[in-house]
């Protein structure tokens, strides 16, 4: 199977070839330092001649519901729901000569981050700031949006984990809606914190990044003055810096697929933020409801993971308790699926959810608080 050759050292690759031989590709994600089984994957491949090859994953099902994400230029993504075999393979017919980049899910790195910023670069009020170097001297970019003496401030990260990438086209809507309505409450009265990656040398080096040992980014915020990581203890020192009207969004993806993992929801906290909460829940829920696209991504609060229940229990570390320890009005942990119900996620559909959620939030600050 020398006509293949398999791609792994671009930014956000993770895998490792267990064997190649008559059309098959035997494959299967690196966990690295993570002490629990998980999920990420990507390569590129590249036919030397036109052929059929079956891709086949050896360690779990972490071939998705609608397939791998596929893309010719690993930028502009779509599913090969056609090619999926089953929840350990799929396959793909190449052209002679054809290169094509595999994910689990649709991607999103640095050089994504780039090519939106370069669309906002040089806005009025756009300023972009070092909120640190990471562990292997990356910089870690921190966008502020809005006017210094705004009266709210929001604070929004993504990338907690490393393999968490479709929050971020969330978080690219948001700001999208934010520059769209210039003459909103939430333009006008809020200025945003943007941090799209805490863990930008996973995101970069393609790890895993959930249950990174001893621990991960989102069990680093102990609130013990103590840090692994120094994108964490920069953002609490950032965030303990701002006046007292703030608002803390921590986005995330949860597991891979299937029940709860498949639809958008808040992780609660306790009151008086559960209260808080759920009034922002209620704007969110209207405002995706008024979507009339076949691919539009709804949310419904009856599907928001309480606090004390499931996995949601005993969580004292992580970005939104450091929130709520710091004195957010209000803050939260807002998961987004890597594939979606009934129909497949889409960078346009993850983008356009981003402008609900701020749209829902614009109408929180201006009325509701």
Same mark, same amino acid.
């Given at each position: 199977?020398?006509?293949?050759?398999?791609?792994?050292?671009?930014?956000?690759?993770?895998?490792?070839?267990?064997?190649?031989?008559?059309?098959l590709?035997?494959?299967?994600?690196?966990?690295?330092?993570?002490?629990?089984?998980?999920?990420?994957?990507?390569?590129?491949?590249?036919?030397?001649?036109?052929? !059929?090859?079956? %891709?086949?994953?050896?360690?779990?099902?972490?071939?998705?519901?609608?397939? $791998?994400?596929?893309?010719? @230029?690993?930028?502009?993504? !779509?599913?090969?729901?056609a090619?999926?075999?089953?929840?350990?393979?799929?396959?793909? #017919?190449?052209?002679?000569?054809?290169?094509?980049h595999?994910?689990?899910s649709?991607?999103?790195?640095? /050089?994504?981050?780039?090519?939106?910023?370069?669309?906002?670069?040089?806005?009025?009020?756009?300023?972009?700031?070092?909120?640190?170097?990471?562990?292997?001297?990356?910089?870690? $970019?921190?966008?502020?949006?809005? +006017?210094?003496?705004?009266?709210? /401030?929001?604070?929004? #990260?993504?990338?907690?984990?490393?393999?968490?990438?479709?929050?971020?086209?969330?978080?690219?809507?948001?700001?999208?809606?934010?520059?769209?309505?210039?003459?909103?409450?939430?333009?006008? =009265?809020?200025? &945003?914190?943007?941090?799209?990656?805490?863990?930008?040398? +996973?995101?970069? =080096?393609?790890?895993?990044?959930?249950h990174?040992?001893?621990?991960?980014?989102?069990r680093?915020y102990?609130?013990?003055?103590?840090?692994?990581y120094?994108?964490?203890?920069?953002?609490?020192?950032?965030?303990?810096?701002?006046?007292?009207?703030?608002?803390?969004?921590?986005? /995330?993806?949860?597991?891979?697929? +299937?029940?709860? =993992?498949?639809?958008?929801?808040?992780?609660?906290?306790?009151?008086?933020?559960?209260?808080?909460?759920?009034? %922002?829940?209620?704007?969110?829920?209207? !405002? !995706?409801?008024?979507?009339?696209?076949?691919?539009?991504?709804?949310?419904?609060?009856?599907? @928001?993971?309480?606090?004390?229940?499931?996995?949601?229990?005993?969580?004292?570390?992580?970005?939104?308790?450091?929130?709520?320890?710091?004195?957010?009005?209000?803050?939260?942990?807002?998961?987004?699926?890597?594939?979606?119900?009934?129909?497949?996620?889409?960078?346009?559909?993850?983008?356009?959810?981003?402008?609900? &959620?701020?749209?829902?939030?614009?109408?929180?600050?201006?009325?509701?608080?």
């Amino acid at each position: 199977m020398e006509t293949i050759a398999i791609k792994h050292r671009f930014a956000g690759a993770n895998i490792r070839v267990v064997s190649q031989a008559d059309g098959l590709v035997r494959l299967e994600q690196e966990i690295r330092d993570s002490g629990d089984w998980w999920f990420y994957w990507r390569f590129a491949a590249r036919s030397a001649v036109a052929q !059929t090859v079956v %891709f086949t994953f050896d360690n779990g099902e972490v071939v998705g519901p609608y397939g $791998p994400a596929v893309s010719s @230029d690993g930028m502009n993504w !779509t599913w090969l729901a056609a090619g999926r075999l089953s929840p350990q393979s799929f396959q793909y #017919t190449f052209k002679e000569g054809e290169s094509v980049h595999f994910g689990f899910s649709i991607p999103y790195q640095v /050089h994504d981050f780039e090519s939106f910023y370069a669309r906002l670069a040089g806005r009025p009020g756009v300023s972009r700031q070092v909120l640190c170097l990471s562990e292997q001297l990356r910089a870690v $970019p921190l966008l502020q949006i809005g +006017g210094e003496k705004a009266a709210w /401030h929001v604070v929004l #990260t993504c990338r907690h984990h490393a393999c968490e990438s479709t929050a971020n086209y969330v978080a690219e809507g948001i700001l999208n809606w934010v520059f769209a309505h210039p003459d909103s409450g939430l333009s006008r =009265n809020c200025r &945003f914190h943007v941090v799209p990656f805490i863990d930008i040398d +996973g995101v970069e =080096n393609g790890d895993q990044g959930k249950h990174r040992l001893p621990h991960d980014h989102n069990r680093d915020y102990a609130g013990t003055g103590r840090y692994r990581y120094r994108t964490t203890e920069a953002l609490e020192r950032y965030v303990r810096q701002l006046p007292a009207n703030y608002i803390g969004i921590d986005l /995330h993806c949860p597991f891979k697929w +299937g029940g709860l =993992n498949d639809i958008p929801f808040v992780v609660k906290r306790r009151e008086p933020l559960k209260s808080r909460m759920e009034t %922002f829940s209620a704007r969110l829920e209207e !405002t !995706t409801g008024r979507r009339a696209e076949s691919d539009a991504i709804r949310y419904f609060r009856s599907n @928001d993971l309480e606090h004390g229940s499931d996995w949601n229990v005993n969580i004292t570390a992580d970005c939104a308790s450091m929130h709520e320890r710091a004195g957010a009005f209000l803050c939260f942990s807002f998961e987004v699926p890597y594939f979606g119900v009934p129909v497949p996620y889409s960078i346009g559909s993850l983008r356009r959810f981003g402008s609900d &959620f701020a749209e829902a939030l614009d109408a929180y600050v201006s009325v509701d608080i």
